[in-house]
């Protein structure tokens, strides 16, 4: 299906020179195995060569380009001895030093007599000018032999920039033009280069300023992998909602007995955003909603009500979880409450074996369950609703694109799909990882709830802290003690989750417990529910703990060497205290020497609470690539576009998108037709499958 012009793009790296089977391995771990992934492995860096003094101007530890003469050859007789080639300019000495050196190699490179462009670091041992082993030796009538302004790339051990340089010219050198994908008038306004002179010139700059985000060539290849992330979406929220919908009027019954018997009033905020998902439900074009609430903010409380909505038009509901932990939170949370205002919740996990499994799977086929809350499980081929409507998938970054189709398939009409998130998102990456879909927000917090008192305190006072935590538990208190190992490891010097736990056993006994990713999970269940139900009063945990957690008695929680997380980590533990009526506190314990940006991560935890705040001082920090701690399914890669530099160009490639669906939804035109090579291009031709399937 890829066009034909596309296929050097997709070349195998072992067609390139210098990329053999024992290299393949490492260019496949930094990069990947096509030729297309070498030209997007940008340049992290760069080597200016351009300074060209004459020897004695030549100032120490910078990089010079010097013009000389070969004056001599020194070998040395003992091996372990340098080799030493010393060459002069109208100015003085200079002496190139070689270990291991190859006598003819060196020879036909450096022949007495000749002149040679020099490129290296400059060094002065016992005030003689010398440079040891150079970059490079070039005969002055081929200059282009050594480019003034050399790229540097991320590597991995094994791989030389020499070896990955060569690979990427003569990628650079062989990909073919490709046909126009922007508008017209858009390159015209913006002054754009095509595709192929733009990422020539990311590993090929004229000068330094080409390899800024805002150059001209940079905000292209920006534009472009925006737009194909914008259009692939675009086409999934198309298709998505050509499975035609149906309006869902639900009588409002069961909402008011809901509304009866929860404790207290809804926020501002959650009516707002109930409001939204109530009139997606009521139209009959399908619903595809975010909906962003920060840590405590109660986004299961108006999932709950969009579900009795539901309910109440006669459909089934599924929410999706993406952990064992937080599906069981969630059906402890809304079971008791859908059962008071009689609808029938249940769970569905990896867990569910044999016949209470079959048992559970006849009843939702036959349309027994109104509310089914499950882990991937969910999703399997065998699980068939009666009449699914309404499926909400919490923690939506971590489920990609392909699972959200998996579970609108289980759909026999359209489906209403309303995704949550807890982990505020800063809006430049909301819309780049969720164009499609429409966003409610909820910012408030419950009234009632108490500011969280944060310190960060130095590593070095953890017995302190250990001591401060034995007696707030005497006096009745919980905590959590979190540490970003499991086991521990010699290369880094962390706490880890078992050590720690094992040293404050001899504190507090019995009276602590264990729970990490590597335990199975009756294992972690069965630890979780005796400090929820206060047989343990302490928790030592790694981050299995971040979100769906809820157990309103625990005050107090360690982050142990907090440095190392990321702040959207950090904003979600710190949310696992202060979810009762008692004052809580949250220690960030660090390592003094971490470095700046892990001090402006822990200022910033300390002076707010309010994660929408936190989420966009993180993409200042760190761009958007690790914005939510790890790499998540549902977020698309991005290697061309900096968040900060590129903000202007998300919004443009998302309206254009839009305007392309609408005017030519197969991309069947001129324009079309190129667009399909974009996709292809950026690995986001799963939207062109979603077309030819229909």
Known sequence: ??????????????????????????????????????????????????????????????????????????????????????????????????????????????????????????????????????????DPENPDDMPLLETTYPLTAGLSGKVLRKAIAAVTATMPDLPEWHDKALMEREGWPDFLTAIKSQHHPDTVADLSP?????????????????????????????????????????????????????????QTALGEIISDLENERAMLRLMQGDVGSGKTVVALMAMAAGVE?????????????????????????????????????????????????????????????????????????KDLGVAIIDEQHRFGVKQRLALAAKAAHGIDVLGMTATPIPRTLTLTAYGD????????????????????????????????????????????WVCPLVEENEMLDLAAAEERYASLKNLFGDDVGLVHGRMKGR??????????????????????IEVGVDVPEATIIVIEHAERFGLAQLHQLRGRVGRGSGKSSCMLLWAPDAGQIARSRLKIMRETEDGFVIAEEDLKLRGGGEILGTKQSGLPELSMVDYNEHADLIELARDDARYIINQDPELKGERGQALRHLLYLFDRDEGVRLMQSG
């Open 523 to 544: 294992e972690k269940d069965a630890v979780m529910q005796q400090f929820a139900s206060g047989e343990i009063s302490v928790l030592v945990s790694t981050t299995v």
């Open 214 to 270: 805002t150059s001209l060539q940079r905000r292209r290849l920006a534009c472009d992998e925006l737009l194909a992330t914008q259009l692939a979406l675009a086409i999934v929220r198309e298709r998505t909602r050509r499975k035609r919908g149906r309006s869902l009027k639900g009588d409002g019954s069961i909402r008011a007995k809901l509304t009866k018997i929860l404790p207290y009033t809804l926020t501002g905020d959650q």
């Open 437 to 480: 879909m429409d966003t409610s927000l909820i910012r408030e917090k419950p009234p009632g709830r108490l500011p969280i008192d944060t310190r960060i305190v130095p590593i070095e006072r953890l017995a302190d802290m250990a001591a401060g935590v034995q007696r707030a538990v005497a006096g009745g208190a919980r905590a959590y």
């Open 313 to 385: 038009a006669g459909v089934q509901c599924a929410l999706l979880a993406p952990t064992e932990i937080l599906a069981n939170q969630h059906l402890k949370t809304i079971m008791p409450l859908a059962e008071a205002a009689g609808m029938k919740a249940a769970l569905l996990t990896g867990r569910n074996k044999g016949k209470a499994r079959a048992g559970l799977l006849e009843e939702l086929a036959a349309g027994e369950i109104d509310i089914l809350i499950g882990t991937h499980a969910l999703i399997q081929d065998d699980v068939a609703f």
């Open 1 to 138: 299906m890829r066009p034909a012009i596309l296929t050097p793009y997709f070349a195998d790296i072992e067609s390139l020179p210098g990329i053999g089977k024992r290299t393949r391995g490492f260019v496949e771990k930094l990069a990947g195995t096509r030729t297309r992934d070498l030209l997007f492995h940008l340049p992290s860096g760069h080597i200016d060569r351009s300074y060209k003094p004459k020897i004695a101007e030549a100032a120490d530890g910078t990089i010079v380009t010097l013009l000389v003469t070969v004056v001599e050859h020194r070998p040395s007789a003992n091996r372990r001895m340098p080799y030493r080639v010393i060459c002069s300019d109208d100015t003085g000495e200079l002496t190139l030093v070689f270990f291991n050196a190859r006598a003819d190699w060196l020879g036909k490179q450096l022949p007495e007599g000749e002149l040679r462009l020099i490129s290296g670091k400059m060094e002065h041992y016992q005030d003689k000018a010398q440079i040891t082993h150079p970059d490079y030796m070039v």
